[in-house]
């Protein structure tokens, strides 16, 4: 099993930034890739972005490049979702989710992944 705490949400006026944090633990050898996803009230859940383990590369949503930034530090088994610009609408619930080994990256549908954080709210303000 591989366990995921994501930190870093709040509240952020329009324009601001934040960044947000994903700490595994367990079974993270098993783990090729990271990815984050979003879901707001009353819509499905989102892809957002992920990371394979070398994090060499990424692989956005369209509607997100250039304002949001995934990386990864793998001595501290921490992915990390940095998030400019941001819009009233990037409200969301914010989560954080592994695939094991063995799947092709990158995989953007929510029923690949293995395993989920218990999400981070992110509120943006007008």
């Known amino acids: 099993q591989v366990q995921l705490v994501e930190s870093g949400g709040g509240l952020v006026q329009a324009g601001g930034s934040l960044r947000l944090s994903c700490a595994a633990s367990g079974r993270t050898f098993s783990v090729a890739a990271m990815g984050w996803f979003r879901q707001a009230p009353g819509k499905e859940r989102e892809f957002v972005a992920t990371?394979?383990?070398?994090?060499?590369?990424?692989y956005y949503a369209d509607s997100l490049k250039g304002r949001f930034t995934v990386s990864r530090d793998n001595a501290k088994n921490t992915v990390y979702l940095q998030m400019n610009s941001l819009k009233p609408e990037d409200t969301a619930v914010y989560y954080c989710?592994?695939?094991?080994?063995?799947?092709?990256?990158?995989?953007?549908?929510?029923?690949?992944?293995?395993?989920w954080g218990q999400g981070t709210q992110v509120t943006v303000s007008s």
């Open positions: 989710a592994a695939v094991r080994g063995g799947s092709s990256w990158p995989q953007t549908l929510a029923p690949a992944y293995d395993y």
């Open positions: 990371i394979p383990r070398t994090g060499s590369t990424a």
